[in-house]
């Protein structure tokens, strides 16, 4: 008679353990999944920071031009001047 109560309470202790067991699983997977897109995540915030990054190199390039047709308006405007006064 003893012997079965072991028996049974090995039995359901096997039963929690497994419940156990299958919990930790698909906890252990649904936290890989979560880093996995969690990387996933990252990398796409990344090319778009580099978007980003190489959208305002181009706004700073555009800027860099814009001040240089600037200088050579006014070296243009410089000249005429220099012509105009040296003109009788």
Do not use: M, Y
């Amino acid at each position: 008679l003893n012997i079965w109560r072991f028996v049974r309470t090995k039995k359901k202790q096997n039963k929690r353990t497994k419940a156990k067991n299958k919990k930790q699983n698909k906890t252990k997977h649904h936290e890989c999944k979560r880093k996995g897109r969690d990387s996933e995540r990252k990398i796409v915030q990344e090319r778009v920071r580099e978007k980003e990054r190489e959208r305002e190199r181009e706004r700073e390039r555009e800027r860099e031009r814009e001040r240089e047709r600037e200088r050579e308006r006014e070296r243009e405007r410089e000249s005429l001047t220099q012509h105009v006064t040296s003109c009788p």
